[in-house]
DNA sequence: TCATTTACTTACATTTTTTATAGTACCTTA
DNA sequence: TAAGGTACTATAAAAAATGTAAGTAAATGA
């Protein structure tokens, strides 16, 4: 897990900006580089580990676990494990989760329409 | 300006997620630590330099300059600089800047709530 | 007994982002 | 002549994020 410098300036930064906005603070907490498209693929439903990796043919098993446990301390996953051999372990977005998907979805026509305009000039 | 080191395997991920999906494209534009605050000071209206400064008191001026560059090298803002002594220079939100509003909005409203639940339990 | 499967974990290396500190140019005013 | 204000730039360092490579446990089937 990615220890945080409680003591660094830009610790202390993070904490004055999520305290005074809460886009600051959501940004902090969808923020990493995988966050979002993991959350994109959990709006259609569980995934498994291991489906979520072949979904993000890039990501190393490492990130996709620091990323998913950091979107489980957050409540934004719901992480569920199987006792079986070998593992299974489930992953499912919170009702909290779910509520980004309109966010996220508009940030997708944002991205898109950016894309374009760029893409063009 | 930071310069991205266009072999590493961290920019191809990048880019090959941005080419996919509009909404890690989207993050990658306004992802910075200030990028967000800054837009939403400038919602109501053109901003100096030294404005922006001083509403975000813990930012140095570096980090100022990179994130106020940035979001004009993708049309975020737009920056006019008045030939005077001392110098001036506006920044105002572009048309697809201005667009963000409603998202950034909603990300505060998400984040507060986000809050909320977690103080709560 | 041994390889297989799954979801990790660990140690380490590299890259990217953020912070710190000290300058600079320019004209105006004192 | 000197100081002051504004919006920066240069350089270095610290911190954070991401990537690489290898290893682990535990039951099962061969």
Redesign the interface.
């Known amino acids: 897990m990615s220890k945080i410098k409680e003591t660094s ?1 830009n610790f ?3 904490q ?2 999520a305290d005074e ?7 902090n ?1 969808i ?1 990493g ?2 966050a ?2 993991i959350c ?1 693929w959990l709006f259609n439903g569980k995934l498994r580990f291991g489906e979520l990796r072949k979904l993000l ?3 190393t098993e490492r990130m996709l676990t620091l990323q998913l446990r950091k979107l489980e301390e ?2 934004i996953v719901k992480r569920t494990v199987y006792a079986e051999v070998p593992p299974r372990v489930e992953y499912e977005l919170t009702a ?1 989760g779910y ?2 998907k ?3 979805k ?10 374009e ?2 893409g063009e ?1």
Not at 21 to 27: G, K, L, T
Not at 106 to 115: C, F, I, S, V
């Open positions: 300036t202390a930064n993070k004055a900006l906005c809460p886009e600051a603070y959501a940004a907490i923020g580089q995988w979002l498209v994109s043919p890039n990501i957050y409540k909290i509520e980004l309109p966010i996220i508009q940030l997708e026509e944002w991205g898109a329409k950016h894309r305009l760029s000039s």
